[in-house]
Structures are given as structure tokens and as C-alpha cells.
């Protein structure tokens, strides 16, 4: 999503109930609302589904902490790279940001002012936002099949007596087995697809069998995407199926958007937004984020209640910039901003947790320094050496919690919410501890809550920023402060600063802190290998000739897999 995106849907960052919008009637608390089954329902959907989408926004942000040691490798396998941040929040921004909002809805409102009918901007509205949205909703779709990829093919499950059994791809059959080693597995008769659960129990031909395993493949392994244009451009990615398909499911919403304009539709390209945004924006750090909320704080009061453009703009606009809710008397509608810009923050609380929680497993290994002293003798120059012991902060590897939603389901036992202690570690790093995240997600909850009492208390619409952003930034501040982890979290960014390897400390014996004495990078290895890589791509397409034009899309090699 780009800064433009986030900008318009800035503009729409409001919540409130269209029937009431433009009544003229005198400020009454409408208590009586809270009575109507159909007005809560409405009003518990637009908290859900920003909570959801908050939710999953900030777990697929999820990425290696600067606490822990990038991931280990097989030999022969390349290093998979750490992803990035597109786009990181500087302390200039919690100026910029109202500023640009501010022009872009003055804009809006006096363009829909000028032109008399909305309609023509809706439709050019429309028309752009629906390209945009393609990779977004591409990127939701293709996670989505991959979550329920992993539910139907997941990689281990338990049965009743906790017993776990792994699901081997290369034999082609499921073993029984402790931990993580699936080698010295025993390999279970008659369960031979690669199907859970009872599921297993199923007696499928061999034919059958071939084919659950062949789509297993498809849809697990990643293809391989080249494209090369000779004397322009020229490289490759991985992807899987479910990516590509994604992208399809998106071509195909997004023009049945534009036909119909339902708000069904309209809903969906702006939860894709709000969840794509999350994956490639970051406050940096919590003061940073903090200083944002608050300038977008001020710009949404100032924006509902001392001018018609929030309120105008919001009514008119008929684009995915808002999520919007039919009620049997009116609408209610909730902005993008009032998802993105919170849930940012709450994106970084989950981060911090992660981070805290591989910090907390950092180990202190003694290390012995030698110096040489030079000192003057009798016999001239005398040069000795002397050895002190220091400590090294060695950082535990990381382990990605992504992709394991499937494995969390067959393998966790009904009523339980953590999978059980025999599981692998990347399955119990889904379960990290997560204090500040859930802290945030209260506070988020509590200000949609007193917004929407608001609504009923002034009978008008309000700014939600209004009520979140106090409820988001003071539940994270307060936890850091009854944590007593302030410095900790004051000293969390995400620039790239923190990410240090095999770094020697000298420790205070009184006190326990830590000084860094000596660092190693390793950076340079890594820039050793990105050399030599890049030196045999072009011996090989020197000596093979070159491309003038490539599109291919690779498909897994049926090699991967043994045949039994």
C-alpha cells in the first residue's frame, strides 16, 4: 500500500451512523439503542472485524527479531533473507502525515463541491482504487489458501493419546516419532495419504493416494518465476501456488467490485489494504509511533468537529476507503485510518513481544581475551600478555512462527490453547508470550466501545482516533510501566541498529548490566557468498548464451519425492 493509499484512507478515518449524521434533533443519550438486538449486532460487527483484521495484519508482520540469531541452514540450501519494512515512520511524519490528510480531504470535498455529483469521482475513484488493490487482495487471498492449505495438508497431527505423527513428503507416508527428527521415525502401516486426523483411517486406492500426494506438492512447494529482458532487467522469485492463485481470485473480486459496487465487495478490497499495509509499514519504534498517533489524533478532532469535510467526504465517497455495515435503520461505517494507524502500533506491541521473548533467551558464554603489553625493562622493550575473561551474548536461532496454523489445529487438544510440550519448535514458537499485544488490543477494544456510546451520547458522528488513540497508546505504555520494561521498550526500534551478532560484554558484578566490548559482524561473509553467487550466474549465461526475452514458471521437480 502506498503513502498515497494510506493518506486517502485517512480521510475516511470516522465512524457514525449515517440516519443520524444530518438530524437536526437535540444532543439525547438514545440509551434505548443499547436495547436493540439489531443495532448491537451491527455495532459488534465493526469491532470484530477491525479487531480481525488488526489481528491478522499484525501476525503476518510478524519477521526475525534483532534478538535472535537469523535461521540455520542446511547445507547446500541458501540463507533465506530477512524481510524488511517497505516503509518506516520518522519522527517528521507525526507532522507530514495530518498535513497531507488534511490537503487530500479539503481536496476531495471541494472537488465533490465543484463537480456536483459524486458519482463521477466514485467512479474514478473506483477505477484506481481496483488496480491498486490487486496486489493487496492478491497477497490476502494467496495467505488465506495458504491457511487452509495447511489445514487440509498439514505437516504432523495428534491422535487421542497425544501420540504425534509426522507427515514425511519424500517417503511418501507417515511416521511416528518424537520431536523434530522424522529420520529415525517408524513409518505407520496403512496410513498411506497424506491426509490427518481421521482422515488418515481412510482406505483410498493407490492411484488415490499418488494424486492427494502430487497436490500436496503443488500446493506446499514453491514455484520458480523468471523474468528477463535482455539489457533491462533479469531475475527470479519463488512463489507458491496459492500466490499465483490468489492473484487470480483478486483480478475476478475486483471486477465484480467495479460492476456492482456492493459493499461486500467494498469491504473486502479495504480489509486487504488495511492487512497488506501492515506487513509493509512500521512505526519504527514505540516513541515514533506514538508521536503519529497523537498528530492524527488532533488532525481527526479537528477534522469532525470544527469543519463539514470529514463528515461530507465520508457520506459521499463511495470507494473501498472504509469498511461499511447495513443496518436496518442507517449505516455504520468505519474508516481505514482508524484500523491501519492504530493497529500499527499494535503491530509493533507484537513485535516487541517476540523480541522480548528471544531476548530473554540470550546466553552468556565466557570468552577468553588475550592482550599483548609492551612495558620497559631492564633488558630493554619486554612485551607480555595478559588474559581476561569476558562474556559473549550468544542469540538463540530463530524459528519462524508463520505458516503453521494447520499443524496448531490437528495437533493442540480440544479446549487447550497451546500446543503440548512434545511438539516441534517452530509449532511452539506460535506460542510466544504476548503481554503488550493483548494489552493493546484491550485498549483498542475499550475506545471502539466509548466511541460507539459516543455515538449515541451526541447523537452525531465522532472521530475515533479520538478514544483509540488513548486507549492503544496508554494500555502499552502503562503495561511497560507495571512491567518496569520502559527503557526496554523506549530503546526497541526496528532500523536495523539492534541487529548484532556475537557480541562480547563485560559484565558488572555488582549490578549484572552488560558494556559491549568487542562486535563481529558477519556481514561480510554473507557479502562473500552474494559475490561468488552472482559470479557464477554470469559465467553460466556467458557460456550457455543470454536471454533476450524470458517468462517461465517453474514447477516443483517431481525429484523432490521418493517413490516407495
Known sequence: MSAENITANITANITESVANATSSSPHVFSYHMLLKPDF?????????????IIWLGSHASLRRPPSAAPVKTKKGKSKPEDDHFTE??????????PIMAGAVLIGLYYLIEWLQDPDILNKCLRVYLSFASLASLGKLSGDALDVLTSLIFPNMWADGSGKIYHIDSERRCQLLGDGEDTETGTPVEGKKSPLPGFLSNLRLSPKTNKLLWDVRRLLTEEWKVRLAIHGIFRGETSLRLNTLVGFLVS??????????????????????FSYTAFTIMSPTS???????????????IVMVFYTPFMIAVATKVDAPIKLVFQGSKGVSMLGLGDIVIPGLLMGLALRFDLYRHYQKKIKREPVLLASEVAADGSDGAVTTTETEIQYKLVKTPFVDPQGQWGNRFWITKFGSLSPPASATSALAATAFPKPYFYATVTGYALGMIVTLTMLLVFNHGQPALLYLVPGVTGSVWLTALLRGELKEMWEYTEDGSLDTEDVVVEVDEKTGETKEVVKKDDDEADKEDKKKKAQETKTDSGAAGYDVFLFAITAPSHETYKED
Not at 40 to 52: D, F, G, Y
Not at 286 to 300: C, N, P, R, S
Open 251 to 272: 483480478i475476478n473480486v475486483t471486477l465484480v467490485y467495479y460492476l456492482t459496487g456492493w459493499n461486500i465487495f467494498s469491504n473486502l478490497l479495504g480489509s486487504a
Open 88 to 97: 518506516g515512520f520518522r519522527a517528521s511524519d507525526a507532522i507530514m502525515l
Open 40 to 52: 448491537l449486532l451491527v455495532e459488534a460487527q465493526v469491532i470484530l472485524s477491525a479487531l480481525s
Open 286 to 300: 514505540f516513541a515514533i509511533g506514538t508521536m503519529v498517533l497523537v498528530g492524527l489524533f488532533v488532525y481527526d
